[in-house]
Structure formats: structure tokens, C-alpha cells
């Protein structure tokens, strides 16, 4: 301990800090001498800077110090002295004193002690001291046979270790010789990181048992009862296959459950995966079963996946029609035709209830002025006649994408893995479309709108098309493009329409080159879309992040709609009602069953003050991280 005299500490100016300490206690060496020396010595030079020793003082005599510089010396003494356990036998110990405390006076200490020693958790802290004790760390392998063939490539004795974790091989009979062969290793697996192991090894025996004569499924129950060492005599392949491939990153466009597969080749060695996770392929040696995992979890241990041709192949035979059903280990991306009918049975409620509200002509006409002007800024695309076309009109399928099974390359990448690679925009790119989806009522509208007028000046919507005349008061390319209908159906035919409908007799419909015009000009064009029109705005130039408006479910939605009113496309408010509600619910699972592969984020909007915040920062993210974007937009330039 390092004492003081009388003056020390934050004393006056005119004080001075004792120079002699008392003599130091004999069990105080190495460092923490040094220390004393060292402030010693700061005192001595006090009188040249008093303020900035004895800062520097108080600084080496704080506690903490003091005890980090015991901890050191602590630490050096026993590395230097490499000190024995006292008992290497601890385990042993305790079941003899666990035997005295039961033959002995039964007391409540004795009891509580008794029952301590019984726990498992105090046996495994025994087991572990045992074992640092003896330096037992290694598994004690068996001793190699004494017949072992002279050519040692002719027979290899493998012994791995096996505890609760899978061997990470997979086996097979040979079409042609009938041996029970290596069929596949898996990357990460215990066998891989053994590298004794190879697909192809011809497997002989395991754990003394021939393998002649059994069946791959009777070899496999043998594994699987085996614990601690298993024993492998294999006679290795004389080519063994090299993996130099490249690493693939896919995203899933389907759900897949490996445990429901009847024909993947081992379920326990299968991954699971949901829509829209991104994949990173490490094999794909294999023409129907590729290793792959998640790209989240580097560095664990692969797993199966069916190939892509496996997959489609798969989907064609069960679903050869455009009707497609999904597989019990396979959940579609696709809806089947009953509900297609469904969401047109919705619409048509819909537009009879509107029909029902006005009847005249003349407000028909009215109720096309546009709903996005306020007193500060105009924006641009918040017509009601746009979002009236949408549910008048029939939403098939968007020209260039028909409705088919996963697989077939149509054009919105309908397969069952779309290849992805890591995109980092840079200041120089032009910003990336932002895109919101949802159910009617959600609130996508209403967040489009807050976002544009939070910051004008960065955020802007694209400006619509339509075929009906201009109004006095309108300019062209303000509130619509106004263009002639054989224009506008150039545009269909060209796919440059990413969402399109009629209404009056009229055509409306949001471009890609409006959009593209908004970016080119620096800004983020916000888009809401109908789902149908995701696979159409995803492309290179527009680089869309789409965002799923999602309702809360059950009490919260009731909860949080309470309140809140419809705006209908003839601005009627209209309280929400319970089938308004379990509407917006069933919609949003639809969308997600169908398009939820193609969402970057979701955001559940029962708050729309905190919703906002969240899609602010989704935006932010989106302009300036980097994201998994499909490949092919990277490669055209």
C-alpha cells in the first residue's frame, strides 16, 4: 500500500507533499515497487511542476491502479511458476466425500453439501478439472490394425469423433459394382474438416462391421447409434474430386423444408430455407442436389439443397398446367387461379360500392382533380383516377410476365433461385427507386406522401400518363404526361408501362422513363405500385427497393385504426369496418405468399408517426449500404 504524509492529495499551493514514504511491506515486489519508485520520484520533481506531478500522482496512487498492478504481478508469478492442481483425482474425491456425508450425522449443512455434489453441473466442473489436470484433451484413438494391406492407399483405417453432431457424409450404392460408396461430403461437416474423406471412397467397413451385403439405410442406422469414436476402413478413390468453384450467392424464391422431401438423400443434411433468403452455393458438383448456406452464417456447416433444375424440373411434372399447386416440402411463390378470382370478386365490390356513391356524370368528372397539392409543394402522380383505374381494371398478368411456374424465364425471374450479388451505390450512381407496397388502408399513400413533403427537394414521385384531355389549368408533365392512345399503347407493347388501367374511357398508367427521369435528375422517386407491377420496375436502370406497408394483426390493427377513416377515390371518409379490416389482412397475406421474395423490408405500420421514422431509415439504408441485388444488374453498364 502506498501511503501519504501529511500535505498530499489536492492541497494548497503552499504545501508540499511528504519525500520519504514509509518503508514498503516486504510482499510488495516487481511492478508494484516500480510504482512506488516512480512516484517517489514525482515528488522529489514536484517543486519544478507541482500541478503536473502531482496530477500524475494521483493518477499512479487510484485505486484501480493499484490493483491492476497486483493482477499483473499476480498473473506474472504463477505463469512463471506453472503451478499443479492439488488433486488430479477431484471427480474421485467427491464420490467418497459425497459417501462420508451419507454414512455420517445427518445435519442441514451435510444434506445441502450432499446435494451439491450430486448436481450434474458440479460433476461436469470436476470432469473438466480432471481432464486440465492429467493434460487429457486429446480422444485416445484405437490401435491401428496389425493386418493392414502393404500398398497404403490401398486401404485406409479412418477414425473420427463422433458426439451429438452430425458425420457430414452421405452415402450410396454404385449403379455399375454394387459397392457402398462416399456419395457426397459436406462442406463444414465433421468429415471435411477431417479431410479423410472423399466422395467416392469405397466404404468397407464401419466399427468392425462389413458393410457387404447391407443396405445404405442399414449402414446409416449403424451411424446413428454410434457415439464417441466410429471407425471407418475405406479404400480411397484414386481421383478425388476438386471443388474449385466460385462462390454463387442465389436468392430462395420459394420456401423449402427438407424435413417434408421424400427424395432428398439425407433430411438431417438438408437446409432449410425461406423465401427471400439469400444462399451462398459452395457445390454444385452434383446436378440435382447443390451444398449451400445461408450467407448470414459463414463459416457454419453446409447443407442440401435441391439443384435448379431439380426444383423446376420438380414443379413442371406436379404442375404442367398454369394452375399451380405447391408441394408439401415446397410452399409456392405463386397464387393458384382460385384466388386470382377472388382479388377480382374485391375489386368488383369495390366499384360497385363507388358506382353506388355518385351516379352523375359531372361528379365523376370532379373527382378527377388531383389530391396531391398542399399550400408549400406539388406532388406529382396523387391522382384518384390513377388509383380508381387499378381496381376497375382487369389486374391479369403484366405484359412480358405471364403467370407459369417457377422456372420457365419469364420475364420477372420467375425460377427458384435468382442469382444476387452485394451492390454498394456510390455517389455517383444515380439513386435507387423506392417502392411501396400494400394492402388498400394500410397507409401506403399516406407515407408516400409524408415522405415527399418531409424533403421535396430529395424525394419526388413520378409523374403519370394518360390519354384523356387537358384541362385549363393543367401544363403537361406536371400533373400527367398527356398523350395520344396510340402512344400510350406503343408504351404497353414496349414494356415500358409498369402499372397501367382505364378509367372514363381513358388510359392511366405510371412509366419506367418517368421514373427513370426523376433519378437521372438526382432525386429518389418513390413509387406506389400494385404488386403486379414489382417484376416489371425491377431492372438495372431503376434498381428499386421495395418496401411491404403490412397491417398489424388482430387486436392491434382494430386498436390502431379505431380512429382513422377511409379516403375513398371521391373522398368520402368512411369508417373502417370489420371487413374493411379482416380484408386488409387477407390482402397483405396474399401479397406476401406471392411477392414476399421480392421485398427488401417490411414495415408494420400500426403506428404511423413510428412507421414513418422506420421507412426513413429503410430509405437511408437503401441509398447507402450495400444490398443483395440480382447479378444482373451489375452486369449491364
Same mark, same amino acid.
Given at each position: =500500500?502506498?501511503?501519504?504524509?501529511?500535505?498530499?492529495?489536492?492541497?494548497?499551493?503552499?504545501?508540499?507533499?511528504?519525500?520519504?514514504?514509509?518503508?514498503?511491506?516486504?510482499?510488495?515486489?516487481?511492478?508494484?515497487?516500480?510504482?512506488?519508485?516512480?512516484?517517489?520520484?514525482?515528488?522529489? =520533481?514536484?517543486? %519544478?511542476?507541482?500541478?503536473?506531478?502531482?496530477?500524475?500522482?494521483?493518477?499512479?496512487?487510484?485505486?484501480?491502479?493499484?490493483?491492476?498492478?497486483? *493482477?499483473?504481478?499476480?498473473?506474472?508469478?504463477?505463469?512463471?511458476? %506453472?503451478?499443479?492442481?492439488?488433486?488430479?483425482?477431484?471427480?474421485?474425491?467427491?464420490? +467418497?466425500?459425497?459417501?462420508?456425508?451419507?454414512?455420517?450425522?445427518?445435519?442441514?449443512?451435510?444434506?445441502?453439501?450432499?446435494?451439491?455434489?450430486?448436481?450434474?453441473?458440479?460433476?461436469?466442473?470436476?470432469?473438466?478439472?480432471?481432464? *486440465?489436470? $492429467?493434460?487429457?484433451?486429446?480422444?485416445?484413438?484405437?490401435? $491401428? @490394425?496389425?493386418?493392414?494391406?502393404?500398398?497404403?492407399?490401398?486401404?485406409?483405417?479412418?477414425?473420427?469423433?463422433?458426439?451429438?453432431?452430425?458425420?457430414?457424409?452421405?452415402?450410396?450404392?454404385?449403379?455399375?459394382?454394387?459397392?457402398?460408396?462416399?456419395?457426397?461430403?459436406?462442406?463444414?461437416?465433421?468429415?471435411?474438416?477431417?479431410?479423410?474423406?472423399?466422395?467416392?471412397?469405397?466404404?468397407?467397413?464401419?466399427?468392425?462391421?462389413?458393410?457387404?451385403?447391407?443396405?445404405?439405410?442399414?449402414?446409416?442406422?449403424?451411424?446413428?447409434?454410434? /457415439?464417441?469414436?466410429?471407425?471407418?476402413?475405406?479404400?480411397?478413390?484414386?481421383? %478425388?474430386?476438386?471443388?474449385?468453384?466460385?462462390?454463387?450467392?442465389? /436468392?430462395?424464391?420459394?420456401?423449402?423444408?427438407?424435413?417434408?422431401?421424400?427424395?432428398?438423400?439425407?433430411?438431417?443434411?438438408?437446409?432449410?430455407?425461406?423465401?427471400?433468403?439469400?444462399?451462398?452455393?459452395?457445390?454444385?458438383?452434383?446436378?440435382?442436389?447443390?451444398?449451400?448456406?445461408?450467407?448470414?452464417?459463414?463459416?457454419?456447416?453446409?447443407?442440401?439443397?435441391?439443384?435448379?433444375?431439380?426444383?423446376?424440373?420438380?414443379?413442371?411434372?406436379?404442375? @404442367?398446367?398454369?394452375?399451380?399447386?405447391?408441394?408439401?416440402?415446397?410452399?409456392?411463390?405463386?397464387?393458384?387461379?382460385? +384466388?386470382?378470382?377472388?382479388? =377480382?370478386?374485391?375489386?368488383?365490390?369495390? &366499384?360497385?360500392?363507388?358506382?353506388?356513391?355518385?351516379?352523375?356524370?359531372? $361528379?365523376?368528372?370532379?373527382?378527377?382533380?388531383?389530391?396531391?397539392?398542399?399550400?408549400?409543394?406539388?406532388?406529382?402522380?396523387?391522382?384518384?383516377?390513377?388509383?380508381?383505374?387499378?381496381?376497375?381494371?382487369?389486374?391479369?398478368?403484366?405484359?412480358?410476365?405471364?403467370?407459369?411456374?417457377?422456372?420457365?424465364?419469364?420475364?420477372?425471374?420467375?425460377?427458384?433461385?435468382?442469382?444476387?450479388?452485394?451492390?454498394?451505390?456510390?455517389?455517383?450512381?444515380?439513386?435507387?427507386?423506392?417502392?411501396?407496397?400494400?394492402?388498400?388502408?394500410?397507409?401506403?399513400?399516406?407515407?408516400?406522401?409524408? $415522405?415527399?413533403?418531409?424533403?421535396?427537394?430529395?424525394?419526388?414521385?413520378?409523374?403519370?400518363?394518360?390519354?384523356?384531355?387537358?384541362?385549363?389549368?393543367? #401544363?403537361?408533365?406536371? #400533373?400527367?404526361?398527356?398523350?395520344? %392512345? #396510340?402512344?400510350?399503347?406503343?408504351?404497353?407493347?414496349?414494356?415500358?408501362?409498369?402499372?397501367?388501367?382505364?378509367?372514363?374511357?381513358?388510359?392511366?398508367?405510371?412509366?419506367?422513363?418517368?421514373?427513370?427521369?426523376?433519378?437521372?435528375?438526382?432525386?429518389?422517386?418513390?413509387?406506389?405500385? #400494385?404488386?403486379?407491377?414489382?417484376?416489371?420496375?425491377?431492372?438495372?436502370?431503376?434498381? @428499386?427497393? &421495395?418496401?411491404?406497408?403490412?397491417?398489424?394483426?388482430?387486436?392491434?390493427?382494430? /386498436?390502431?385504426?379505431? +380512429?382513422?377513416?377511409?379516403?375513398?377515390?371521391?373522398? &368520402?371518409?368512411?369508417?373502417?369496418?370489420?371487413?374493411?379490416?379482416?380484408?386488409?389482412?387477407?390482402?397483405?397475406?396474399?401479397?406476401?405468399?406471392?411477392?414476399?421474395?421480392?421485398?427488401?423490408?417490411?414495415?408494420?405500420?400500426?403506428?404511423?408517426?413510428?412507421?414513418?421514422?422506420?421507412?426513413?431509415?429503410?430509405?437511408?439504408?437503401?441509398?447507402?449500404?450495400?444490398?443483395?441485388?440480382?447479378?444482373?444488374?451489375?452486369?449491364?453498364?
Amino acid at each position: =500500500m502506498i501511503h501519504q504524509g501529511q500535505g498530499s492529495g489536492t492541497g494548497s499551493p503552499g504545501t508540499h507533499d511528504t519525500l520519504e514514504p514509509p518503508a514498503e511491506p516486504s510482499q510488495e515486489n516487481g511492478s508494484a515497487q516500480v510504482l512506488r519508485r516512480l512516484v517517489r520520484e514525482l515528488r522529489l =520533481m514536484s517543486g %519544478r511542476d507541482a500541478e503536473g506531478t502531482r496530477a500524475l500522482c494521483h493518477l499512479l496512487e487510484a485505486p484501480w491502479m493499484r490493483a491492476l498492478v497486483q *493482477v499483473h504481478d499476480r498473473l506474472r508469478k504463477y505463469s512463471q511458476t %506453472r503451478p499443479a492442481p492439488a488433486e488430479p483425482q477431484a471427480q474421485a474425491l467427491s464420490g +467418497e466425500v459425497a459417501e462420508l456425508l451419507r454414512t455420517g450425522k445427518q445435519t442441514d449443512d451435510t444434506r445441502e453439501l450432499s446435494s451439491l455434489l450430486r448436481t450434474p453441473h458440479v460433476g461436469a466442473l470436476l470432469t473438466a478439472h480432471d481432464s *486440465v489436470a $492429467l493434460e487429457d484433451f486429446e480422444p485416445v484413438l484405437p490401435p $491401428l @490394425p496389425d493386418n493392414l494391406p502393404e500398398d497404403e492407399d490401398a486401404m485406409r483405417i479412418v477414425c473420427l469423433v463422433k458426439n451429438k453432431q452430425p458425420l457430414g457424409a452421405t452415402i450410396k450404392r454404385h449403379e455399375v459394382t454394387g459397392d457402398v460408396v462416399i456419395a457426397r461430403v459436406i462442406l463444414g461437416g465433421l468429415a471435411d474438416r477431417s479431410g479423410l474423406l472423399h466422395a467416392g471412397d469405397k466404404l468397407v467397413e464401419v466399427n468392425g462391421v462389413s458393410v457387404a451385403g447391407l443396405d445404405p439405410e442399414q449402414i446409416i442406422h449403424i451411424l446413428a447409434l454410434s /457415439r464417441g469414436i466410429v471407425t471407418f476402413k475405406v479404400v480411397p478413390v484414386s481421383d %478425388r474430386p476438386v471443388n474449385d468453384q466460385t462462390a454463387l450467392y442465389v /436468392r430462395a424464391m420459394t420456401d423449402y423444408r427438407p424435413q417434408q422431401d421424400p427424395a432428398i438423400p439425407c433430411a438431417d443434411a438438408g437446409l432449410p430455407f425461406r423465401r427471400g433468403d439469400v444462399l451462398q452455393i459452395v457445390d454444385q458438383n452434383d446436378v440435382l442436389w447443390w451444398q449451400a448456406r445461408k450467407a448470414s452464417d459463414r463459416g457454419t456447416r453446409a447443407g442440401l439443397i435441391p439443384s435448379s433444375y431439380l426444383l423446376t424440373r420438380k414443379q413442371q411434372d406436379f404442375c @404442367p398446367s398454369r394452375s399451380f399447386q405447391p408441394l408439401p416440402y415446397l410452399k409456392s411463390t405463386l397464387l393458384s387461379t382460385v +384466388e386470382e378470382e377472388d382479388d =377480382m370478386k374485391i375489386d368488383e365490390k369495390w &366499384v360497385e360500392a363507388d358506382e353506388e356513391l355518385f351516379e352523375s356524370e359531372e $361528379l365523376r368528372e370532379e373527382d378527377e382533380e388531383f389530391a396531391g397539392v398542399d399550400r408549400r409543394t406539388f406532388i406529382a402522380g396523387f391522382r384518384r383516377s390513377t388509383r380508381l383505374c387499378r381496381r376497375r381494371s382487369a389486374r391479369g398478368p403484366q405484359p412480358g410476365c405471364p403467370t407459369c411456374c417457377p422456372g420457365r424465364g419469364c420475364r420477372g425471374g420467375g425460377g427458384p433461385y435468382e442469382e444476387v450479388a452485394r451492390y454498394q451505390r456510390s455517389p455517383a450512381d444515380r439513386p435507387r427507386a423506392i417502392v411501396l407496397v400494400g394492402p388498400s388502408g394500410v397507409g401506403v399513400n399516406e407515407l408516400r406522401r409524408r $415522405l415527399i413533403g418531409f424533403n421535396p427537394d430529395r424525394f419526388q414521385s413520378a409523374v403519370p400518363h394518360t390519354t384523356r384531355a387537358r384541362k385549363s389549368y393543367e #401544363e403537361d408533365g406536371r #400533373e400527367y404526361h398527356f398523350v395520344s %392512345r #396510340e402512344t400510350f399503347e406503343g408504351m404497353v407493347n414496349s414494356h415500358r408501362m409498369l402499372e397501367f388501367g382505364t378509367y372514363g374511357g381513358n388510359f392511366y398508367g405510371t412509366s419506367a422513363d418517368a421514373v427513370r427521369s426523376v433519378l437521372e435528375g438526382g432525386r429518389i422517386c418513390v413509387l406506389d405500385l #400494385e404488386p403486379q407491377g414489382i417484376q416489371g420496375a425491377r431492372t438495372h436502370d431503376l434498381k @428499386p427497393y &421495395v418496401i411491404f406497408i403490412k397491417p398489424p394483426g388482430g387486436s392491434r390493427l382494430r /386498436r390502431s385504426r379505431r +380512429e382513422a377513416t377511409i379516403i375513398t377515390d371521391y373522398f &368520402v371518409n368512411v369508417k373502417f369496418k370489420d371487413e374493411d379490416l379482416q380484408e386488409m389482412e387477407d390482402a397483405a397475406r396474399r401479397t406476401e405468399a406471392r411477392f414476399g421474395q421480392f421485398f427488401d423490408e417490411v414495415i408494420v405500420n400500426d403506428d404511423l408517426p413510428r412507421a414513418f421514422g422506420q421507412l426513413l431509415s429503410a430509405v437511408q439504408r437503401a441509398q447507402g449500404e450495400p444490398q443483395w441485388v440480382p447479378a444482373a444488374w451489375l452486369s449491364v453498364r
